[in-house]
Each structure stands twice: as structure tokens, then as C-alpha cells.
């Protein structure tokens, strides 16, 4: 990799990782005003536009765009598990809740490129990030319709 594509690879990923921090840093105000359902919901549907807008991206300014987008609800979606799971589990279980959340989220990390590279070999990278953002979108809805069974 030549030294301007680790540049600009680098401060991809420090981008979503920026957005995802400032958006975490807000959560308490948010959390404040929105429900657990309404934050799932808003997380899972703004992963879901980041993707899709760099599933149709023509340049590295829209890719950064659509990361920035997906990692302020990657941001605002990790507090809320967290919080949500630690509010409904027994004091005896919250270790063990938050230990199989940890645990899935590495697995989730590793088995992802498992799964993901193959998939992008034969649909293409724009088609990978698309059906990722279609996940998050039904994600997204799954949690508009808890909402309202719930109220």
C-alpha cells in the first residue's frame, strides 16, 4: 500500500471512529429525551444510510460522508446495549450479560471478514455495503415495531 493510501485509509478510520466517540458522548442527552427502542432504532437506521451512501459512493469524500454517518449510530448503539442490558439484568447476571455482549462483539469482528470477503468477491464491494445497509435498515424497522407494540 502506498504511503498516501495509508494516509487516507488511516484517517478513514479515525473519521468513524471520531463520529462514533462524539455521538457515544452525547448518548446521556439523547437518552434523556429518547427510549432504548428509539435509540436502537435511530442507530440501526443511521447505520444503514452510512452504508448505502457508500454502497453508491463515486468518491473518497462520500465514503467519508457515509462512514461518518455509520459510525455516529455505531456510536450511539454500543451505550445503549450496554445500558439497555445492564437496566433489565438481575445485579447477580450483569457480569455474565455483558461478558456474552463482549463476547459476541469480538466474534462478531472476527467471523465479519469471514464472511464478508467472500461475499464482496462475487457481488462487489458497492453490493456488500448495500445488503449491509438493507440489514441495518430491517434492524432499524425491527425496532420502530418494538416501539410501538411497546407504548
Same mark, same amino acid.
Given at each position: 500500500?502506498?504511503?498516501?493510501?495509508?494516509?487516507?485509509?488511516?484517517?478513514?478510520?479515525?473519521?468513524?471512529?471520531?463520529?462514533?466517540?462524539?455521538?457515544?458522548?452525547?448518548?446521556?442527552?439523547?437518552?434523556?429525551?429518547?427510549?432504548?427502542?428509539?435509540?436502537?432504532?435511530?442507530?440501526?437506521?443511521?447505520?444503514?444510510?452510512?452504508?448505502?451512501?457508500?454502497?453508491?459512493?463515486?468518491?473518497?469524500?462520500?465514503?467519508?460522508?457515509?462512514?461518518?454517518?455509520?459510525?455516529?449510530?455505531?456510536?450511539?448503539?454500543? +451505550?445503549?446495549?450496554?445500558?439497555? $442490558?445492564? *437496566? =433489565?439484568?438481575?445485579?447477580?447476571?450483569?457480569? %455474565?450479560?455483558? &461478558? /456474552? !455482549?463482549?463476547?459476541?462483539?469480538?466474534?462478531?469482528?472476527?467471523?465479519? +471478514?469471514?464472511?464478508?470477503?467472500? $461475499?464482496? *468477491? =462475487?457481488?462487489?464491494?458497492?453490493?456488500?455495503? %448495500?445488503?449491509? &445497509? /438493507? !440489514?441495518?435498515?430491517?434492524?432499524?424497522?425491527?425496532?420502530?415495531?418494538?416501539?410501538?407494540?411497546?407504548?
Amino acid at each position: 500500500m502506498s504511503s498516501s493510501l495509508t494516509v487516507m485509509a488511516g484517517a478513514t478510520i479515525a473519521l468513524a471512529t471520531l463520529l462514533s466517540a462524539a455521538s457515544a458522548i452525547a448518548y446521556k442527552q439523547i437518552k434523556a429525551r429518547l427510549s432504548f427502542i428509539g435509540i436502537y432504532a435511530i442507530a440501526f437506521l443511521a447505520m444503514a444510510v452510512g452504508y448505502l451512501v457508500i454502497s453508491i459512493s463515486p468518491t473518497y469524500a462520500m465514503v467519508l460522508v457515509g462512514l461518518a454517518i455509520a459510525g455516529a449510530g455505531l456510536g450511539l448503539l454500543m +451505550p445503549n446495549i450496554n445500558v439497555c $442490558l445492564t *437496566s =433489565v439484568a438481575p445485579a447477580s447476571f450483569r457480569g %455474565r450479560v455483558l &461478558g /456474552g !455482549l463482549t463476547t459476541a462483539f469480538f466474534l462478531g469482528q472476527f467471523v465479519s +471478514p469471514i464472511l464478508s470477503q467472500p $461475499l464482496s *468477491s =462475487v457481488v462487489g464491494l458497492d453490493v456488500t455495503y %448495500r445488503l449491509a &445497509g /438493507g !440489514l441495518m435498515a430491517a434492524m432499524g424497522a425491527i425496532a420502530l415495531g418494538f416501539g410501538w407494540r411497546w407504548q
